[in-house]
């Protein structure tokens, strides 16, 4: 009963920052989960950042931790990904999914683009 829109994809160079968006049109309760995953061509979707949406704790991917921060704003029922020191390698189609109770994500955007050049 989720349905969430990415937003703030684009073109950057290697080691600039780009901040990529998710906002969700239905109610977000506390027992949500929010998520950031990521597919590249010809590989398979991984995940990248989790937060709680009570409390607020989060959980990276080790190839982004330092470098990436999921937050969250609980009265605009949105989440983002703020992405700093950009790679090359971070190139990808950025998808926000939602879990409601932390069995599994059940609720998917359709993907913002995310390019990082050389």
């Known amino acids: 009963q989720v349905q969430l829109v990415e937003s703030g994809g684009g073109l950057v160079q290697a080691g600039g920052s780009l901040r990529v968006s998710c906002a969700a049109s239905?109610?977000?309760?506390?027992?949500?989960?929010m998520g950031w995953f990521r597919q590249s061509p010809g590989k398979e979707r991984e995940f990248v950042a989790s937060?709680?949406?009570?409390?607020?704790?989060?959980h990276y991917a080790d190839s982004v931790k330092g470098r990436f921060t999921i937050s969250r704003d609980n009265a605009k029922d949105s989440v983002y990904l703020q992405m700093n020191s950009l790679k090359p390698e971070d190139t990808a189609v950025y998808y926000c999914a939602a879990n409601p109770d932390g069995g599994r994500y059940t609720f998917w955007g359709q993907g913002t683009q995310v390019f990082v050049s050389s």
């Open positions: 937060i709680r949406w009570s409390g607020g704790s989060t």
């Open positions: 239905g109610r977000i309760f506390g027992s949500y989960v």
